[in-house]
């Protein structure tokens, strides 16, 4: 292979990455890619909400409700008559 | 049993915070955090589910799940008054045994019915489509949805065999209600076999047996099985003291008779029965002569039987039904305790093939 020829190969090769390159970045920059920075900001959450940290704190730990009473006179797949 | 999971927290529902709907305070001194605290809201619908859902509470009011107008009217018609209010015993009874069963949007879209094995279904997560095997078998479960899983009776439903569920055949305004406040279930925008089964309508069908008996049999007649009755119903106070509770013996049977409930959607001569828990004295603990027109209504019921096969014992051939004295409601069937409409559902026996 000539000399020419193979810089020629080289540089399209190189052209082509980057054009592979700037279209990803431009789909992203578009909004394609929903991770892609500042351009799609997050929406404010659109109802009035109320701090119930407390509640929570409680209710996602399996022990604290394990430990509760309430509900449990309860009978299970009782027959309802319905 | 009210464990909330992390995935439930990032939803729009948990995003609201606990307190929007259940009140309380933010504490984690656990009297005073549930001080005021209000666990079922959608109790009050309008005023919990309806800030964002109005377009389903506005009709959920007419609902029959929310009403149970079928039962306060069947109650009523073995009285002689004009509505239930009229009588405080008899409204009272209502309220405190039959109204319990009511449903409210989260007993069927977040957490088991109250009566059943209270509890969140799936840590608090809301439902779109309700499970049938949590929410509706809950209250369902000793007829039709009992029968229709196969838990009450003989085999399941082929449809449950299939995978279908309740909400695969019952319209959403089944549960959410029209508007229009109905007066029993029958008033309802019910499903029909021919919405799927379009080519057994015995005005086109081709084969013999639909072709033969049209409209005189529903369905239920030759592809339903046994079903669940319940006899000489009791109302007595609990032992706990929290209220009253009623009981009944039941019994497997399968019953064909007159149609009391002839409609242009139901013009049926024959349908499968089933006996609803009542007697005359049921609500002796209350007060007498609770029942003056008792004698006026048939104990026995059309049933829309929830259990059915394509191949069942009674169709397995023409004197298989037409010869088996068994499957005809009979005065045999009928009790001391059964009023005397109930003898207007029996039967002439069906002609004998054997001529």
């Known amino acids: 292979m000539n000399q020419p020829i193979a810089m020629r190969k080289w540089i399209l090769g190189l052209l082509a990455v980057l054009l592979v390159g700037v279209t990803i970045v431009g789909f992203s920059q578009l909004g394609v890619n929903p991770t892609a920075g500042d351009l799609v900001p997050e929406k404010p959450f659109p109802y009035n909400t109320v701090d119930s940290s407390s509640c929570i704190a409680c209710h996602t730990d399996e022990t604290v409700i394990a430990a509760s009473d309430w509900g449990k006179d309860k009978p299970v797949a009782v027959n309802t008559g319905g | ?355």
């Open chain 2, 1 to 355: 049993m009210f464990l909330v999971s992390e995935e439930f927290l990032a939803t729009t529902h948990g995003k609201l915070g606990c307190i929007s709907c259940h009140g309380g305070e933010n504490t984690l001194d656990k009297a005073v955090a549930h001080t005021e605290m209000d666990p079922y809201p959608s109790d009050n619908f309008d005023v919990s589910c309806g800030n964002c859902h109005n377009d389903v509470t506005t009709t959920f009011g007419t609902s029959i799940h929310y009403t149970l107008g079928g039962i306060s009217n069947g109650l009523l018609e073995f009285t002689d008054f004009t509505q239930l209010s009229d009588s405080e015993h008899h409204q009272d009874v209502f309220e405190n045994d039959c109204y319990k069963c009511h449903a409210t949007c989260g007993d069927c879209h977040v957490s088991r019915d109250k009566n059943y094995s209270n509890g969140l279904v799936s840590q608090h997560d809301f439902l779109a489509t309700p499970s049938m095997e949590e929410n509706c078998y809950a209250c369902h479960n000793a007829r039709n949805g009992g029968e229709f899983m196969g838990t009450v009776g003989f085999s399941s439903d082929v449809h449950y065999e299939k995978g279908l569920t309740c909400m695969d055949c019952h319209p959403t305004s089944n549960f959410h209600g029209t508007g229009e406040e109905t007066y029993t279930m029958w008033d309802e925008e019910l499903p029909s076999c021919l919405d799927c089964h379009e080519e057994q309508n015995p005005e086109t069908a081709k084969d013999t047996m639909h072709k033969v008996h049209g409209d005189s049999l529903s369905c239920q007649v030759c592809h339903a099985q046994a079903n669940n009755n319940c006899f000489e119903c009791h109302l007595d106070e609990k032992a706990d003291g929290s209220g009253l509770g009623s009981s009944s013996e039941s019994k497997i049977l399968f019953r064909v008779g007159y149609n009391p409930e002839i409609s242009e959607e139901r013009p049926y001569k024959y349908v499968v029965l089933r006996h609803i828990p009542s007697q005359e004295t049921m609500l002796e603990v209350v007060g007498d002569d609770m029942m003056p027109n008792f004698d006026e209504k048939s104990n026995w019921k059309y049933s829309p039987t929830h259990n059915i096969q394509k191949s069942t014992f009674q169709n397995e051939s023409c004197n298989a039904c037409h010869d088996n004295t068994r499957i005809w409601l009979s005065e045999k069937d009928i009790r001391e305790t059964d009023s005397e409409a109930s003898r207007e559902l029996i039967p002439a026996l069906p002609p004998s093939l054997d001529h």
